[in-house]
Nanobody, 128 residues
Framework: QVQLVESGGGLVQAGGSLRLSCAASGRTFSLSTMGWFRQAPGKEREFVAAITWSGLNVYYADSVKGRFSISRDNTKNTMTLQMNSLRPEDTAVYYC?????????????????????WGQGTQVTVSS
């Protein structure tokens, strides 16, 4: 399995931007669909965005479409989430995750159970 570490969270005012990064170790990062999820206090973990191993297919939750952008650099084993026009409701702990095989898949998923490697999370707080 791949090991994942998120960074880039923080406190920002509504309308501001943040850029989250996910650093991966292990040989399977470049072969795997990757995703971002978030979890607010008292709520279930929810899907934010996903990107296939090639970067050609991306998928966003409706709540972030047009504001967030997911990307990856397989040469650096990193994935990023650019978050613009942030809202107070975006406040949560953000997690990056690696999807279960098969490798080289052209599919993404919004289901938590389809991902089997998780980072420790990074806190994003958006003030109104």
């Amino acid at each position: 399995q791949v090991q994942l570490v998120e960074s880039g969270g923080g406190l920002v005012q509504a309308g501001g931007s943040l850029r989250l990064s996910c650093a991966a170790s292990g040989r399977t990062f470049s072969l795997s669909t990757m995703g971002w999820f978030r979890q607010a206090p008292g709520k279930e973990r929810e899907f934010v965005a996903a990107i296939t191993w090639s970067g050609l297919n991306v998928y966003y939750a409706d709540s972030v479409k047009g504001r967030f952008s997911i990307s990856r650099d397989n040469t650096k084993n990193t994935m990023t989430l650019q978050m613009n026009s942030l809202r107070p409701e975006d406040t949560a702990v953000y997690y990056c995750a690696a999807m279960r095989g098969p490798y080289y898949s052209s599919h993404t998923s919004s289901k938590v159970d389809d991902y089997n490697s998780w980072g420790q999370g990074t806190q994003v707080t958006v003030s109104s």
